[in-house]
């Protein structure tokens, strides 16, 4: 079974840019989730998406938005680019079915650089 | 204090010994409990995941789960060199799939 698929690997925007980035949950996933991980502030959750509604959202500003389509691929959004935003954006998947479904796996990341 | 906390390390052992990496949450409403290892460069893969009190073994992990003392930890037995990353912790609270994760501990087993 094919794993969680990120599209682009690596990005570079100037400031005041806005960025879409691509996520394909593994097969029959339901739940993707959206990570921000940084040198400085480590792992940080932006958002999650379950059956196309977003069921969660981590302190982010509005800047960063995400949406889910019927075939439970995602997609993030980050407007008015800052230097701040460099980093590694990762995305998870999850069966989300039930109890002992919870478990997220991590797609391989989109490395942003913000110049 | 943050949610949750790892020793930093970095944490170095020989080949063949035992690693013992531990995590400390403060929410006692948290309910599934994670480990991940990250290679440099990599993404993060999910190495054990626990959700009740006790231990859970699969192959050279163990993980060990002490909710009363909010308290999680990986054991790494028989540790290779390719055991060498950085192990992240990570907790969830009740139903939520939103993960809080720890800062992470280096390990470096050395040959």
């Known amino acids: 079974k094919a794993g969680v698929t990120q599209t682009p690997r690596y990005l570079i925007k100037t400031r005041g840019q806005q960025v879409t980035l691509s996520c394909s949950p593994i097969?029959?996933?339901?739940?993707v989730s959206w990570y921000q991980q940084t040198p400085g502030q480590g792992l940080q959750f932006l958002f999650e998406?379950?059956?196309?509604?977003?069921?969660n959202k981590g302190n982010f500003p509005g800047r960063f938005s995400g949406r889910q389509f019927s075939n439970s691929r995602s997609e993030m959004n980050v407007s008015t680019l800052e230097l701040g935003d460099s980093a590694l954006y990762l995305c998870?998947?999850?069966?989300?079915?039930?109890?002992?479904?919870?478990?997220?796996?991590f797609g391989p990341g989109t490395r942003l650089t913000v110049l | 204090q943050k949610e949750v906390e790892q020793n930093s390390g970095p944490l170095s052992v020989p080949e063949g010994a035992i690693a013992s990496l531990n995590c400390t949450y403060s929410?006692?409403?948290?309910?599934?409990f994670f480990w991940y290892r990250q290679y440099s460069g990599k993404s993060p893969e999910l190495i054990m995941f626990?959700?009740?009190?006790g231990d859970k073994e699969d192959g050279r992990f163990t993980a060990q789960l002490n909710k009363a003392s909010q308290y999680v930890s990986l054991l790494i037995r028989d540790s290779q060199p390719s055991d060498s990353a950085t192990y992240l912790c990570?907790?969830?609270?009740?139903?939520?799939?939103?993960?809080?994760f720890g800062s992470g501990t280096q390990l470096t087993v050395l040959p």
């Open positions: 998870a998947s999850s069966l989300a079915g039930g109890t002992g479904t919870n478990e997220q796996f």
């Open positions: 097969s029959g996933h339901r739940s």
């Open positions: 998406y379950f059956s196309e509604t977003q069921r």
């Open positions: 929410d006692r409403g948290s309910q599934s």
């Open positions: 626990i959700y009740s009190n």
């Open positions: 990570a907790v969830t609270r009740g139903s939520a799939r939103q993960l809080t």
